[in-house]
Structures are given as structure tokens and as C-alpha cells.
């Protein structure tokens, strides 16, 4: 088995691709307005990021195959296959985890945006699928901030929450951006391990996949 490992994680389950795709692609664009000035002509004024997508192809083999990565552990192809079309019925999104052993990983929420299926003749149960994943960024509604008696709007401002070094500590302060298999990852060296510590906060985290900035987690050792 190489470093190199394709995982879904949803509901303190992982589940590693049984095949790694040969590449995975990241389109990642800027949202930008136009406008004409006078005397000037167009300009374009950068607006926000856009949502992050990823792509690739893999196979499922029907069969365990001398390839695979997940020898110890084979599912063949409709058990992958009704997994994804779960979380897409129920509108699920989950956690993309891309991991090469060398630098930085993917690991980010994602909803399974679309998903191609593709059967070869001589190859009947072996599936070929192709997966388009977009970004999913975590939201809630707001309470509402303006009074409307008044004709100035008040603007409630959240106090920025500050990253704490986590080494040498038996509490986290979770920071946007983190999730349990990176908070995992820095511990104990293995993102994998993140059960221990959903295991040891199950009062503060309801779903594994969804950690919010501020939550103070235990870290067992």
C-alpha cells in the first residue's frame, strides 16, 4: 500500500477509494465584476472566491485485484456505489480527504456534485467512476441585527478566535479551517486516529464531520 490514499469520511466512517485515481484536479476561480470608466475604459474588480471543485476518475473493481489499496478490508463496486447515491439523496455532505504522504493534504466538506458511472465489455461488475465534488461551506442563519425603529443598522461583530498551539496541551480551541483528522494529524501523526478524540468530546460533537471555530476539545493521550 503507498501513502497515497483517497478517503471519504462521514459519521465517524472512513472510506478509502479501493483504487487511487491517477490524478485529481482542483479548479479553483475568482469571481470578478466588469465595469466601464470614463476616460479609462473596462476594468475588472475582484468580488470574491469561488467555490473550490475537485475531479477525478477511479476504478471500483468488482473483485479483489493484486492493486488494490484496501487488501485487508475489500468491498467491491455496489458497495461504494450505494454509499455515494446515499449521501446524494439525502443531500449528505462529507468529508474529502486526499493524502500523499509528503505535504500538505485535501481535507475539506464536500457535497458529491456529480457522479458518472461507466461499465466495460470484458470487464462486467468492474465500474469506472467519475467524480466532480464541489465545496461545501458550513452556514446558519443569523439572528437578525437591525433595529428597525432606527435608521442606523448595528453591526454585531464576532471576536476573533485565536489559534492555540496544541502541543504539549490537554485542550484544542478549534479554529476555522480545522477538522478532527487534521486536529488528528498534529497529535498523533495520523489523521486516521481522529475516532479518539469524537470518542473522548461526544458531549461537545454530535457528527465528526462538522467541527465549529471556538469548541475547546479534550485530547487524549
Same mark, same amino acid.
Not at 462521514?10 to 466601464?36: F, W
Not at 486526499?98 to 457535497?111: Q, Y
Given at each position: #500500500? *503507498?501513502?497515497?490514499?483517497?478517503? &471519504? ?6 472510506? =478509502? ?6 490524478? /485529481?484536479?482542483?479548479?479553483?476561480? @475568482? ?13 475588472? @474588480?475582484?468580488? =470574491? #472566491? ?13 473483485? $479483489? ?8 478490508? &475489500? ?8 454509499? &455515494? ?10 468529508? &474529502? ?18 457522479? *458518472? ?24 442563519? @443569523? ?25 504539549? #496541551? ?11 483528522? $487534521? ?9 486516521? $486516529?481522529?475516532? $479518539? ?7 461537545? /460533537? ?16
Amino acid at each position: #500500500m *503507498s501513502n497515497y490514499a483517497i478517503y &471519504f469520511d462521514y459519521d465517524n466512517e472512513t472510506y =478509502r477509494l479501493p483504487v487511487n485515481p491517477e490524478q /485529481i484536479q482542483v479548479k479553483s476561480s @475568482m469571481a470578478t465584476e466588469k465595469y466601464e470608466v470614463l476616460k479609462l475604459g473596462q476594468i475588472v @474588480m475582484p468580488t =470574491r #472566491m469561488e467555490l473550490k471543485e475537485y475531479s477525478f476518475e477511479c476504478e471500483l473493481p468488482h473483485k $479483489k485485484q493484486h492493486y488494490v489499496e484496501t487488501s485487508g478490508g &475489500f468491498k467491491g463496486a455496489d458497495y461504494y456505489l450505494n454509499i &455515494f447515491e446515499l449521501w446524494r439523496e439525502k443531500l449528505i455532505p462529507v468529508r &474529502f480527504i486526499a493524502s500523499n504522504g509528503i505535504g500538505d493534504d485535501i481535507n475539506t466538506l464536500v457535497l458529491i456534485d456529480d457522479l *458518472s458511472i461507466t461499465e466495460k465489455a470484458g470487464e462486467e461488475g468492474d465500474k469506472y467512476v467519475s467524480f466532480k465534488l464541489i465545496e461545501y461551506r458550513e452556514y446558519a442563519k @443569523m439572528p437578525a441585527t437591525v433595529n428597525l425603529t432606527d435608521t442606523t443598522a448595528q453591526i454585531v461583530q464576532t471576536p476573533n478566535v485565536e489559534a492555540v498551539s496544541p502541543k504539549n #496541551m490537554g485542550t484544542y480551541t478549534v479554529v476555522s479551517g480545522d477538522s478532527l483528522w $487534521k486536529i488528528a494529524k498534529t497529535y498523533y501523526g495520523n489523521g486516521a $486516529k481522529y475516532t $479518539k478524540i469524537y470518542n473522548a468530546n461526544k458531549d461537545k /460533537i454530535k457528527n465528526p464531520s462538522l467541527i465549529y471555530p471556538g469548541q475547546v476539545l479534550t485530547i487524549p493521550s
